[in-house]
């Protein structure tokens, strides 16, 4: 590494340790000596203790290990170890409140002298391999301290009848995020869940495998103190058929009526927050239940828990439908805490972190409200004892559901088609996704599309792909697979294929299996060496690559610029879903559209032929047919449209007469004028694909543009 690039690295961490380590003090400033120093119960700690454990942990892990090293107070090395057995003795958890010295004010001074000396050890050079990671590794068990500092001060704060507050505002990053209502179902199948490899994890995280799920349905929204209410209105905590036998148990034992810090006043419910005791708001998740409290609450629901694969799996594949995923409660699972199959802890001291506390205890997905900004991801794993509640702790719901019948993929897809239309139309104004433009007919108009004189970007994009293509291809790697992403008829495809002969595999990913089937049919029969593995499905919800498809470099390719129809959170959520479901190193090759004068535009959206009006009006003829619907396909006209404010064109449908259509027994009534939001083509510059991509976790190694009018290709690295 040169010299430079090694200044850099240092630079970067060390802004990145002063950031992380500046954030416990900023949540201890204003406190008291006396707030810092009790402990309300054996699960807490005090927060003078939080403030100089997470200092220990530097100064034990990494420079503890350095020759000749001297300790600040060796005997710190007692105080503040948590449950290290291989680092010698330490005060038990119950007692640690007892610990009148070190006072305050010598513990921020062993805090700020760890921090110097630790920035001192930075200063030598980016710390690389094990060292890397201990690094890592003690900036996000900071992180865990800084949300265990609130919870544990909360539980403090609770324990006072002045019901002190602790701020003047509940110290999070975001509101939390309004309701969506509904639940989506997921197919299940054999899924892949754990951390791929990319980026920081905990050892419990991984390795990454696969699981078999049945079909299921994950709630939108979390259950809310509305509904929870609803459930002691019922009798909840007194009804012990809801309850598995331990948590009756506790529920009698410890005198139990309602979630932690609830309490019925005379003006209703109260809670113990951070900033006082508050009203309950009944819209908002509920919070501090243990999963005994939870599955309860699922029981008498009718519903249940997910596991923690369902949840996961859930999350990345439709990160956009879910309020408050992340950054709001922990969610319960109904899965025990136990290592994945193939899991070895972190080698040395740190293989104490997490495996042995595998048993007993059950896991917990997301992050909370509390959780500090970068430390939550999909795979992450949250651990608690089932009656434990003073974490900020919630619970959304699952479903199971029934399988599709086994001849349904072609009933699936008009299931499928039939629930979005209806979706689109009853809101307002009305839309329909783009992606159902594509059975047989639509994929034959779009083809025709292509060849029109007034339609630039296919010729334009292909020429530039022949010009690109074999400088891009060499960095593909022998036996790589190529996977594109709604595929279509798979005529630019060639072009990359040709440039990279030694490809393993090819998997095109398309929603029509007519269109796809076809496709594939052509391609195996022009590359007979080439192994040619078709997936039906929807690239905007990933599913898992098909096997036998060989372990060379993933290198995805979306064409088209069709990233350009997705709006802008879906194109980062597909991005990010690309990333992990194609792995670590995989590349991209990504086709965008330019922005250009709105006349050229609207022309090759508007052509004078009317090949793109009859492609539009194919969607209400498809869903005559499939769904029996009742459009008057004469009485709707096309409508191109450039959003400046935007950057897109728009396609509309426009009604020219008031009227009403029936779907599946749904009436839905058009005005004269009103119209259908078909699709959404987004323009791009150079340096919003750069942003797109930088926010979906790629880097962008290439970007060549065309010449006018403008199309370009954009080679993005994992």
Known sequence: MSA???ASATDARLEEFRRVRSAMPALAWGLSPEDLSAQSMPDCSPGKWHLAHTSWFFEAMILGAEAGYAPVDPRFQTLFNSYYEALGERVERRDRGLMTRPSLEEVLAYRREIDRRMERWLERGAPEGRDAYLFTLGLHHDQQHQELFLMDLLNLMSRSPLDPAAYDEEPRRAPSQAPRGGMSRFEGGLVQIGHDGGGFAFDNEGPAHRQWLEPYGLDHDLVSNGDWMAFIEDGGYARAELWLSDGWATVRGEGWTAPLYWRREEGGWTTMTLTGRRAVEGAAPV????FYEADAYARWAGRRLPTEAEWEHAVRCRPEVFSNAFGE??????SGYAPYRGFRPTEGTASEYNGKFMANQMVLRGSSWATPEGHGRASYRNFFYPHQRWAFMGLRLASDLPAPPARASKDGETARFRRD?????????????????????????FESITRLPEYYPTRQEAALLRRVAPDWASRFGAGAVLVEFGSGASEKTRIVLDAAPDLAAYVPIDISADALNAAARRIDASYPGLKVAPLVGDFLHMAALPEGIGHGRRVGFFPGSTIGNLEPAEAEAFLTAARRQLGRGAL????VDLVKAPEVLTAAYDDSAGVTAAFNRNLLVRANRELKAGFDIDSFVHRAVWNAEASRMEMHLQATRDMEVEIDGRVIAFREGETIHTENSRKFTETTVRELASASGWTVAAFEAGPEPSVALALLEA
């Open 588 to 591: 991209f090759i990504l086709g």
């Open 329 to 334: 409660v922990w969610q319960w699972t109904s």
């Open 421 to 445: 239309l209806l979706a689109g139309l009853t809101r307002s104004p009305k839309t329909a996704s783009p992606k159902w433009f594509y059975d047989a007919e639509g994929s034959e108009l």
């Open 287 to 290: 919070r501090h239940v243990s």
């Open 4 to 6: 430079p690039m090694r």
